[in-house]
C-alpha cells in the first residue's frame, strides 16, 4: 500500500532556531500534500495545501512566512519552521494524494517539535 | 462540508464487535463518508470509506443508513491494538481534498 514516510520523528530546538521537517511519499507521487498541526487532546488542523511546482496555499491564520512549505517533486514535500518559538512546539504531520479515488489520504507517522 | 457527530469516548471488550456511531445528518449527495484512526502519537491511518451502501474491508465493516443521514464503523473483533481515536468525516470527493477533522471517538478496548 502507499506509505508517507516523514522526518525527523522528533526534534527538539532552541527558540530562535528553523527546523526542517520532510515528507516523502515513498512509492507513489503525490499530486498533492497536506500539513496539519496537531496540539494535545486537540484535533488535526490543517495548514496548508502544497502541489507539486506551485505555491502552497495557507489556512487562514497561519504564516506563510513562518511556515514555509517547498514542494519541488512528486514524492517530496518539506515544511520548515523558520524562527521557531516555544510557542510552535506541536505535532507536525503530513498527508498525501495520489489524486485519483475520493480522498483518500496516507499520513506520515508525524514529527513531534519541542521548542525550548 | 457537512459536520459529523460522534460519541467523545466508548469501552469495548477485547475479542468482542466494537461499533461506533457518526451522525452526519446535513449530509449532501455527493459527499462521502470516510472513517480514520489515530493511534496515540501517530499519524492518522485510512479505515474505509463509503457513498451510500454497505463497505467491508479487512481492517472493518461501515453501515451506512438508508437516508445517509448516520453510519456505523464496525471493527468485529477489537484487539488492544485497536485502542485509539475514530474520526468520521464527511466530505466531496471533488478536487478539494480538504477534510474536516473533529475530535473523534476515543476507543478503549479493555483485556
Known amino acids: 500500500g502507499a506509505v508517507v514516510s516523514q522526518h525527523p520523528s522528533w526534534v527538539i530546538c532552541k527558540s530562535g532556531t528553523s527546523v526542517k521537517i520532510e515528507c516523502r511519499s515513498l512509492?507513489?507521487?503525490?499530486?498533492?500534500m497536506f500539513w496539519y498541526r496537531q496540539f494535545p487532546k486537540q484535533s488535526l488542523m490543517l495548514m496548508a495545501t502544497?502541489?507539486?511546482?506551485?505555491?502552497?496555499?495557507?489556512e487562514q491564520g497561519v504564516e506563510k512566512d513562518k511556515f514555509l512549505i517547498n514542494h519541488a517533486s512528486l514524492t517530496l514535500s518539506t515544511l520548515t519552521v523558520t524562527s521557531a518559538h516555544p510557542e510552535d512546539s506541536s505535532f507536525y504531520i503530513c498527508?498525501?494524494?495520489?489524486?485519483?479515488?475520493?480522498?483518500?489520504?496516507?499520513f506520515g507517522a508525524g514529527s513531534r517539535l519541542t521548542v525550548l | 462540508d457537512a459536520k459529523t457527530t460522534q460519541p467523545t469516548s466508548m469501552d469495548c471488550a477485547e475479542g468482542r464487535a466494537a461499533n461506533l456511531p457518526c451522525n452526519h445528518s446535513?449530509?449532501?449527495?455527493?459527499?462521502?463518508v470516510y472513517w480514520y484512526r489515530q493511534i496515540h502519537s501517530q499519524g492518522p491511518q485510512y479505515i474505509i470509506h463509503g457513498l451510500k451502501n454497505n463497505e467491508t474491508n479487512e481492517m472493518a465493516s461501515l453501515i451506512i443508513t438508508e437516508d445517509r443521514k448516520s453510519s456505523t464503523l464496525i471493527l468485529p473483533h477489537a484487539t488492544l491494538r485497536d485502542t485509539a481515536v475514530y474520526y468520521c468525516i464527511v466530505a466531496n470527493a471533488g478536487n478539494n481534498r480538504k477534510l474536516i477533522w473533529g475530535l473523534g471517538t476515543s476507543l478503549a478496548v479493555n483485556p
Open positions: 512509492d507513489f507521487q503525490a499530486t498533492t
Open positions: 498527508s498525501a494524494t495520489t489524486g485519483a479515488g475520493a480522498n483518500v489520504l496516507t
Open positions: 502544497s502541489n507539486e511546482g506551485s505555491k502552497a496555499t495557507y
Open positions: 446535513t449530509i449532501s449527495g455527493n459527499e462521502y
